[in-house]
T-cell receptor, first 114, second 115 residues
Framework: KAGVTQTPRYLIKTRGQQVTLSCSPI?????VSWYQQTPGQGLQFLFE???????NKGNFPGRFSGRQFSNSRSEMNVSTLELGDSALYLC?????????????FGQGTRLTVV | AQTVTQSQPEMSVQEAETVTLSCTYD???????LFWYKQPPSRQMILVIR??????QNATENRFSVNFQKAAKSFSLKISDSQLGDAAMYFC????????????FGKGTLLTVNP
């Protein structure tokens, strides 16, 4: 069974640009979550989607958005990039996102904003 | 809001010895799960072990075991017979279920294994 796939693995963008990251969950998983990982703030929850609906959102500005498609693949978008958006963005999938289900992580997308 | 605290930014252990990583958490919920995740240099987060709050028995997975003290809100990870491949960043995480659908992570502990 294929794992969680995140593309691209690395990105370099300029301040003010926008970026879209993609996450393909494990087959059969309907919940996809996104996390931002930085050395200073650690791992912070961005949002979670289940069956194309956002069920929870972390404390991030509106420049961070996401969506989920009918095949459970998810994308996150960051507009008007700032230097502070440089981070590792991790995607996790699980069957239903509930407390008793294990989350499986992808290898992440390393975003560098210059 | 739930918080997870890992007070040891770095730890080191000799190969074949035992090391314990600490984690404390704060919550008012009664139904929750606790996890230890490992993140090697490859960046892939890998689940090491999990513990359901309602279970009094401490979880064990091969060389990995936890000491879950619910009243003290403590959840430590013990690694026995440490191996070079155990070197990684270890994160303690909390999932309170309900309508949160998210993991709350500690800041992590960087474990070095010395040969």
């Amino acid at each position: 069974k294929a794992g969680v796939t995140q593309t691209p693995r690395y990105l370099i963008k300029t301040r003010g640009q926008q970026v879209t990251l993609s996450c393909s969950p494990i087959s059969g998983h309907r919940s996809v979550s996104w996390y931002q990982q930085t050395p200073g703030q650690g791992l912070q929850f961005l949002f979670e989607y289940f069956s194309e609906t956002q069920r929870n959102k972390g404390n991030f500005p509106g420049r961070f958005s996401g969506r989920q498609f009918s095949n459970s693949r998810s994308e996150m978008n960051v507009s008007t990039l700032e230097l502070g958006d440089s981070a590792l963005y991790l995607c996790a999938s699980s069957p239903n996102g509930g407390v008793r289900t294990e989350a499986f992580f992808g290898q992440g997308t390393r975003l560098t904003v210059v | 809001a739930q918080t997870v605290t890992q007070s040891q930014p770095e730890m080191s252990v000799q190969e074949a010895e035992t090391v314990t990583l600490s984690c404390t958490y704060d919550t008012s919920e009664s139904d929750y799960y606790l996890f230890w995740y490992k993140q090697p240099p490859s960046r892939q987060m890998i689940l090491v072990i999990r513990q359901e709050a309602y279970k009094q028995q401490n979880a064990t997975e091969n060389r990995f075991s936890v000491n879950f003290q619910k009243a003290a809100k403590s959840f430590s990870l013990k690694i026995s017979d440490s191996q070079l491949g155990d070197a990684a960043m270890y994160f303690c995480a909390y999932n309170g279920g309900g309508s949160n659908y998210k993991l709350t992570f500690g800041k992590g502990t960087l474990l070095t294994v010395n040969p």
